[in-house]
């Protein structure tokens, strides 16, 4: 027994010792007691060879490898924590992953990803979360996920997919959460569903579907389902018998007119049907009695009749739900265009499909992209919901362009050259709540350009000539949620294309890469939106007044201007509600001390990377930032600057900043000069308790199982009650946390 314990004694040191003379990747930080190595925004273009074997969480967020070859982590096999988020990925080659384990979570959200293969994830067999939010997929083909045998959670959220293959979800049997948000599925992929025998929360929601037929979920153990924010406006009322366990369904913010009760879910205690244009009458009398005898919460409120609108349905009494007749209302409040087929009817193919074209029936899609066009083909399918037009060449777009297209959803004009839109080109697409014009070349929009189209919430004019702010066009789009001008020769901002009355509802506003060089107090005035990116144009000054009636902006993006002094008071009007700001290579050379007042624990992320800065405002308001990059400045490493330092070894997340001055030590991270030993304490005594390090733990190689191997943990830290005064003799600042290894950053 005696001989066991030296033994493990010898190894421990013998870790220990390897763990104090490993090498840290160039640019990297490593923290040799927790087995971590990061390297956050280091502009690489490769994963670094030198990362120690016994590394279980990397992090190489914000980099540059655009492709993950065959084989890209087998010299971290140990791994059970990889972050690939903000890399600028486009492909991941068949078996980048092999030899990976032991990996739990892998975040690849916010790449260029569009194609997935068969092996991408072959060897992740441990893995329990897996995130690929924010790419550009349009397509999961079959087997895309095989060999996910742990996996309890996929996140496919705001991709481009609009289709899934049968076998897209074959082999996740351990799956029992799927998100599929944001995307353009336009209709319930009935097959695919069926393959995911655990999955209990499915959601759905922000996808452009019109209606779900019977039998369209069959999901034994579904539990939560969300079809939120979608087009829905009807619904069969078998459409859920193959989901019996379903409690909570959201079908919220759709189209819904009345509903029947649902056959099927035995268990379901929510109904949400709030947002949608409830017609209470004698048809919605079963819904309210069958919740009654269910004890189903409904949510949502009546628009009609008139002494029944704003009443909440789980109020309204069923004897208050009367029709005069069902002949006069069936005419009133369900009739269709003669073309149309009943709502509750199955839509039923047609073999129509203008030449040189495909259309896909069942899926609803017809597409003549890249066929060398010259005029919009005509005859599609009368219930045909996404066209897609791109690389032909149509030059302009006269009026009634779209005949028989009242059920398209999204239309797809990229790079069709176009020129010129007529009033009423897109008159009776009644549906139409994506329009892509990318990459035309449109220099100014007709007033009418976008009649017709009253649902509208998406429009992409990215990649045109635009010379103004296309406001009188925008006006005609009252439902306008997410507006892009990226790319387009805009050089001002004025009260013509004000948004408060063009575009009441837009949230999200993107004008990257224009020539803006004002903009007009009330330009921007709209108690709506949300995200404003103005980065890569030519402004001057900050934009302060513009922004003084934007009372919920939470995303602003200033990099790339030619900003170089941030004054007092800049972001006050906002300072309730911004989440996220943005200055980097603005040529930047001083911000006011109170250049960030009234911004506090709301703000969660602040970068200024690649200015001129010597000195920053005091940040320790700043309570709730979870992301800082103060990287490629020219600051003024001295005794001003210890507050920063000192608060800076206070958060718990890793910020880099580099001297800039005095020359001798250009380049060194502020963390590590000895320069601030010297400074009297009182200079700028520190806001907060600083936390000491946690002591090293007894480091073990990580064995073959996930959990024993995610077991090396530090002991939590003790706060101490302040500083240690420096002695007159040899003055010093005691480091706020000992260095593990050389080259390693302090541990806070």
Known sequence: MLFFSAASVLLVLALISHVGAEKCPEKCSCDGRKLTVSCIGKNLTEIPETIDEITLKLDLRNNNLEVLPKGAFTLTPYLTHLTLQRCNIFRVKEGAFRKLGRLVSLNLAYNKIDVLYQESFDGLSALKELQLDHNRLVYIPNMAFQGLQNIK??????????????????????????????????????????????????????????????????????????????????????????????????????????????????????????????????????????????????????VGPPHLSEEPLQSVAPLDLRCRSRGEVLKEEFEKDDESTPPTEKPKPKGKCPENCDCDIEAQHATCEGRGHTKVPRGFPAKTQLLDFRSNHFHYLPANSFPGTSQVVSLHLDFCKIHEIEGGAFRGM?????????????????????????????????????????????????????????????????????????????????????????????????????????????LTEMPTQALSRTPNLEELNLSRNSIRYVGPNAFQPISQSLRRLYMDHMGMAKMSLDALAGLGPELKALTVRGNQLQELPDLSPLTGLEVVDLQENRLLCDCALLSLRRWMENVTFEIIATCGQPPEIKGQKVQDVPVFKSCPENLSPPNKKVVTAPRPPKVKKPKASVSKASEVKARPAKPKAKLPKPTKKKPQMKPLAPKVAKNKNTVT
Not at 485 to 506: F, M, Q, V, Y
């Open 153 to 302: 959670w996929l996140r496919l959220s705001r991709n481009s997919l609009n289709n899934l293959a049968p076998e897209a979800f074959t082999g996740l049997f351990t799956l029992n959460r799927l998100s599929l948000d944001h995307n353009e599925l336009q209709f319930f992929p009935t097959q695919t569903m069926s393959r995911l025998p655990e999955v209990t929360r499915l959601d759905m929601s922000h996808n452009p579907m019109t209606y779900l037929g019977e039998e369209s979920v069959s999901m034994l153990k579904l539990t939560h389902l969300y079809l939120d924010h979608m087009s829905i406006q009807d619904l069969s009322d078998q459409a859920l018998f193959g989901a019996p366990l379903l409690s909570h369904l959201d079908l919220s913010h759709n189209q819904l007119r009345y509903l029947e009760p649902l056959k099927g879910p035995k268990e379901l205690s929510s109904l949400n049907l709030t947002g949608n244009p409830l017609y209470c009458n004698c048809f919605m009398r079963p819904l309210r009695e069958w919740a009654r005898v269910r004890n189903v919460k409904l949510l949502g409120a009546c």
């Open 430 to 538: 009644k549906s139409l709540f994506y329009l892509y014009l990318s990459d035309n070349d449109i220099m100014s929009l007709d007033p009418g350009a976008f009649s017709g189209a009253p649902k509208l919430n998406y429009l992409h004019l990215e990649g045109n000539r635009l010379l103004q702010f296309p406001g009188s066009a925008l006006a005609l789009l009252p439902s306008l949620f997410v507006l892009h001008l990226e790319r387009n020769a805009i050089s001002k901002l004025d009260t013509a294309g004000l948004l408060s009355s063009k575009t009441p509802k837009l949230k999200e506003l993107y004008l990257t890469n224009n020539t803006i060089t004002s903009i007009a107090k009330g330009a921007l005035d709209s108690s709506f939106l949300g995200t404003l990116h103005l980065d890569s144009n030519q």
